[in-house]
């Protein structure tokens, strides 16, 4: 099984950065997603590593460790739609997805 | 582009009632799955079906049935409510190759089970 762990709550400022954690112990890894999660909407993805190392997409970044089984959501530039939670999710070697119980961010004016 | 669809949007549903969430997606993707989300818990896997004819048991299966005939269609269906059912249920798809393939999320039905 996999146990994912993750903040439940951050807060920030508008045009701040904010950096959501995500430690994992796994028995399979075959990649570690992001999901955003407005309320009462639907989860849509992210961001994806399989290796070690940072992946960039505008505004948001992701970091893998596989050794430390530990990943990070770097959120830039925060802007009011950022708020929401945030999925860090685990795929083990079925290629199934396990999630941790996802961090809320408040971005505050 | 509809992608995945849900049906219902939300029920409220007596304990003891049989009820089938359908779900519906346009991608051709050979995986789907089933999900609950509860608070404080985040999304568990109910069943998958890794292609059209097959399922499987996820991390929550327990009360719940599900079944492939086709590509497009997974229903998901509670053969005898109880409360502790009360949930969002969310449905996904994927491609199911290889890389990144990224789940894609329907929209979810908001189930209370009185």
């Known amino acids: 099984g996999q146990n994912i762990d993750q903040p439940t709550e951050m807060t920030a400022t508008e045009g701040a950065i904010v950096q959501i954690n995500c430690t994992y112990q796994?028995?399979?890894?075959?990649?570690l997603f992001w999901y955003q999660q407005h309320a009462g909407e639907a989860p849509t993805f992210l961001s994806y590593n399989v290796l070690d190392g940072l992946e960039e997409k505008g505004r948001f970044s992701s970091f893998l460790s596989r050794s430390k089984g530990y990943s990070y959501l770097l959120l830039k530039e925060l802007q009011m739609k950022d708020s929401a939670s945030y999925l860090c999710a685990v795929r083990d070697n079925d290629y199934k997805l396990s999630f941790g119980a996802g961090t809320t961010v408040t971005v505050r004016a | 582009i509809a992608g995945i669809t849900q049906a219902p949007t939300s029920q409220i549903l007596a304990a003891g009632r049989r009820m089938t969430l359908r779900c519906t997606q346009d991608?051709?993707?050979?995986?789907m799955y089933w999900y609950r989300q509860d608070l404080g818990l985040g999304l568990r896997l109910i069943h998958y079906s890794n292609t059209a004819g097959t399922t499987g048991k996820g991390e929550v299966p327990d009360g719940y049935s599900v079944s492939r005939a086709n590509t497009d269609d997974f229903p998901l269906t509670l053969a005898s409510a109880v409360p502790s059912q009360t949930s969002v249920y969310f449905c996904?798809?994927?491609?199911?190759?290889?890389?990144?393939?990224?789940?894609?999320f329907g929209p979810g039905t908001r189930l209370t089970v009185l």
């Open positions: 996904a798809s994927s491609d199911g190759t290889s890389g990144a393939d990224t789940q894609y």
């Open positions: 991608m051709r993707h050979n995986a």
């Open positions: 796994t028995s399979g890894f075959n990649g």
